[in-house]
């Protein structure tokens, strides 16, 4: 009979409220303050705050944006309410949580669906935009004030100064990636010939910026994360909203994740235990979308077919313990091995909510090893079975 493990793989960001308060506190100060004076420029008929953009190939049109004032035009509303302080827009685009977030994606679709898309050829020839013409787009507009000149920064503008990651990362306090737990989040920094060279950490917009840029710099739509899952194929532009855009689907919130919708089976397929091909990996969803969402973003099923070696490693050093524990401790008269001290043999930390951050596949690592204690209490294996008509996985034992 296949003997079938499960595990469970990310983890949620965690940080409690006094703490996430400050943070959050911090930031707005940070930030506010600047992206409002930008803003406000682009309120003006201060000309250094129009600008070109250049679209299609054959022939290319150029168009000089800016935020018309009369008639008052959405994007001049949007951007009054940011400047305005008794208004609260700009807090919920920088500190807001999801809820918000999607409250204010649904406040610019109902005013006009195309306010969302990225300014393209085809989009002017839609608008009947001529070459050379003064227009108010949107999604351009918000792309330039809390993309390009904050979260990226432009060096060339008044206001402009890019999103300090180091700090943001540094301040979150984690090291592993929230989306597959298998990665690291690192940055690279040495001296080259004109000074130092750093790569900097990787931040995800979980509503990707290409369609939502006026959350670009917003602290909750941002996700520390590793290269591979922030590069194409895996999440990139993907955009976890549904269609309705009007609650995250097919992809958790890092901030929200749930542990009990996805679970990790890996199985014994053969009874020689030192070879990692005996182990095979599968994955199980509580929600047939979440397989299509996780996979279609993050390639999760393949990521992790490749950790048979990290699970025979384990298998073995609980086997080998476990043979050295029952001579060592039945010769001192203890019947029962303190499940810490297993631990840390076994996976080399203890288990406790802190070290999901710290340890690579901390789930996978702690989940499979209550698994072989409780095999090894037992004096026997378990067998678990799976259900996979996208129902919550059922275990026999």
């Not at 420029?41 to 070109?52: H, N, T, Y």
């Not at 001296?191 to 509503?207: A, C, E, I, M, R």
């Not at 006026?214 to 194409?232: E, K, S, V």
């Not at 005996?278 to 950790?307: R, W």
């Amino acid at each position: 009979m296949a003997i079938i493990f499960f595990l469970e793989y990310m983890y949620k960001i965690r940080l409690d409220k006094d703490r996430l308060d400050d943070l959050t506190s911090k930031y707005l100060i940070m930030y506010k303050k600047k992206l409002r004076e930008e803003i406000k420029g682009f309120l003006s008929d201060d000309g250094r705050f129009v600008f070109k953009r250049s679209v299609g190939t054959s022939p290319q049109k150029t168009f000089y944006i800016k935020a018309c004032s009369y008639p008052k035009s959405f994007t001049y509303q949007f951007l009054e309410d940011c400047a305005d302080p008794n208004n609260k827009l700009l807090d919920a685009l920088l500190i807001g949580d999801v809820k918000a977030q999607i409250s204010i994606i649904q406040r610019v679709i109902n005013d006009d669906p195309i306010h969302l898309e990225k300014l393209t050829a085809e989009k002017a020839a839609h608008l009947g935009y001529k070459d050379g013409s003064v227009v108010d787009d949107f999604n351009t507009i918000m792309n330039e004030i809390f993309v390009k000149r904050s979260f990226e920064g432009d060096k060339s503008r008044v206001y402009a100064e890019a999103l300090d990651k180091d700090d943001f990362v540094k301040n979150l306090n984690i090291r592993i990636c929230p989306y597959c737990g298998r990665a690291y989040i690192y940055r690279v920094e040495k001296k080259g010939k004109t000074g130092n060279v750093s790569v900097k950490p990787q931040l995800d917009h979980f509503l990707p910026k290409k369609n939502y840029p006026f959350l670009g710099m917003n602290f909750f739509n941002l996700i520390p994360c590793c290269t591979q899952c922030n590069l194409a194929p895996c999440k990139v532009d993907n955009d976890p909203l549904g269609n309705g855009k009007q609650q995250v689907a097919y992809l958790m919130h890092p901030y929200d994740f749930d542990e009990t919708m996805i679970r990790f089976i890996y199985q014994l397929n053969s009874p020689d235990t030192y070879k990692p091909e005996s182990y095979d990996v599968m994955v199980g969803y509580k929600n047939k979308d979440y397989k299509t969402g996780y996979n279609g973003f993050l390639a999760i099923d393949k990521l992790y077919a490749g950790q048979n070696v990290e699970l025979r490693n384990m298998f073995l050093r609980a086997r080998a313990l476990r043979a050295a524990g029952n001579g060592f401790y039945k010769g001192i008269g203890i019947k029962n091995i303190p499940i810490g001290i297993l631990a840390q043999g076994i996976l080399g930390f203890n288990l406790n909510g802190i070290e999901e951050r710290r340890q690579l596949m901390y789930k996978f690592q702690k989940d499979t090893f209550l698994q072989m204690a409780k095999k090894t209490s037992a004096g026997g294996l378990t067998s678990y079975y799976v259900d996979w008509e996208g129902k919550e996985l059922i275990v026999k034992m």
